[in-house]
């Protein structure tokens, strides 16, 4: 055995070990089919370019392919395929084993760990809309062994194959909306997992067909290299200050950058919920409840983003740079602010500028110690086909796409 045989062996154990333990950490137990083909796929061999220590590190994507300064292509980070595998297997009664899967976006690496649990019995079809991407899959997966999965160049926004059912389809790209081709593929309980943005924050959804419907069943946070074709959509960000941007991805979201960059210039006021939370609390469904709260509210939700130079410089105090709600109302702009901690605990908080800013502040802490209260529910996801009629929607917060209708619903955990 050569040295780096011995290698990539360690490294691909301790990779996985990692995995189960991170899963552990987060209160998620990784399920054992899923554990064993993490164990059996050498993702070496689909990141060939890159050095062993790379190839396994848990925690990272590795880049395949870049358009200037942006990733367009990657195999995906281990611990994301792994929760996204565990949220496809935990709804599909009885297993992956013999199942029907579509995976969208190709890197080889997830395709060979789902021919894994699907089995001899079940099928394979990956399909990408680069083929410099499907090539590469093609070679990477030939030279581990798995010849058996179909894989096709295609915009998978359009069926892939007009007679073909799927029991799973899992998109491992960043989705805004959900076209018709993908509930149509599914079998009719089948599953689909999608990295989706709502409001301009990304969850990966597991869906579960019913009709011309999808529910959802569990959701994790996540983030994914964005779907190009026809399903492209791009987010859109204005600059309100050096460093400060806001985020709007929904149809209609409009924010005046010169107004919103006055109003950050006026004295801020910061109010708390009075919590004391835990260390691992995970508030990415806080922060979709605030989407939704303040968009029922009649105000305008957008996503605050920041440069480290400008919170250091004492700009913005947001609660994560890279993404954190925030309510645009009546001559104010409020977000949710950096955690303050006292000891092992911490309290979330508002931090608003503008008219009436103590006030603003003050709405939002009221939202957040409502979702406290109500037991921190988690967020579901309900997917109708555009047209639907408003009285035909469950009870919730709508978010028109172009070819669905997503109604976000909270139900107490
Ligand atoms: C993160 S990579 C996929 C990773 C892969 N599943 C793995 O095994 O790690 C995302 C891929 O989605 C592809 N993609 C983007 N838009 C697409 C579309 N409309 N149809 C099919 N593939 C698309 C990109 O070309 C890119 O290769």
Redesign the pocket.
């Known amino acids: 055995m050569s040295v780096d045989t011995v290698n990539a062996e360690g490294l691909h154990a301790a990779m996985v070990d990692q995995l189960v333990a991170d899963h552990a950490d987060k209160g998620l137990a990784m399920r054992p089919e899923v554990e064993t083909a993490l164990r059996t796929v050498r993702r070496h061999l689909?990141t060939p370019d890159a050095p062993l220590e790379e190839a396994y590190r848990a925690d990272q994507?590795v880049v395949t392919?870049r358009r200037g300064d942006e990733a367009?292509?990657?195999?995906?980070a281990p611990w994301l395929?792994a929760e996204m595998l565990g949220q496809a297997a935990d709804v599909i009664d009885g297993g992956l084993l013999g199942r029907h899967v579509l995976?969208?976006?190709?890197?080889?690496?997830?395709?060979a760990l789902l021919h894994e649990l699907v089995g001899p019995a079940g099928s394979v079809t990956?399909?990408?809309?680069?083929s410099d991407?499907t090539d590469r899959a093609t070679a990477c997966l030939a030279a581990a062994g798995y010849d058996d999965v179909t894989v096709v160049c295609?915009?998978?926004?359009q069926l892939i194959g007009h007679d073909r059912s799927y029991d799973l389809i899992i998109v491992?790209?960043g989705a805004w909306d959900i076209p018709p081709a993908w509930t149509e593929q599914l079998a009719e309980t089948g599953t689909l997992v999608v990295p989706l943005r709502t409001f301009g924050m990304t969850r990966s959804w597991a869906l579960r067909r019913a009709g011309d419907r999808l529910t959802s069943h569990s959701q994790r946070l996540c983030g994914?290299?964005?779907?190009?074709?026809?399903?492209?959509h791009e987010m859109r960000y204005v600059d309100i200050a050096v460093g400060v941007h806001l985020r709007l991805d929904e149809l209609g979201q409009q924010a005046d950058p010169e107004a919103v960059g006055a109003l950050l210039s006026q004295p801020p006021a910061q109010e708390w919920a009075g919590a004391s939370l835990p260390p691992r609390t995970i508030l990415a469904d806080l922060d979709l409840w605030l989407a939704a709260r303040i968009t029922e509210a009649g105000q305008q939700f957008v996503v605050l983003t920041a440069q480290q130079e400008a919170i250091d410089a004492g700009l913005v105090t947001p609660a994560w740079r890279y993404g954190t709600p925030a309510a645009l109302h009546d001559g104010s702009f409020c977000y949710r602010s950096a955690l303050k901690w006292t000891g092992d605990l911490f309290d979330v908080g508002a931090r608003a500028h503008g008219r009436d800013a103590g006030a603003a502040a003050e709405r939002m802490v009221k939202q957040m110690r409502d979702w406290l209260d109500a037991g921190s529910p988690s967020p579901m996801l309900h997917v109708l086909p555009a047209g639907t009629p408003d009285g035909d929607l469950p009870a919730g917060t709508v978010l028109d796409k172009r070819r669905s209708r997503v109604v976000l619903t909270f139900n107490p955990s």
Do not use: C, L, P, R
Not at 126 to 130: E, K, L, N, R, S
Not at 224 to 232: D, E, I, L, P, T
């Open positions: 689909f994507a392919k367009v292509s990657s195999v995906s395929i995976e969208i976006g190709s890197g080889g690496y997830n395709a990956t399909v990408d809309i680069d991407v295609a915009d998978a926004d491992t790209v994914f290299v964005s779907m190009q074709g026809s399903g492209a």
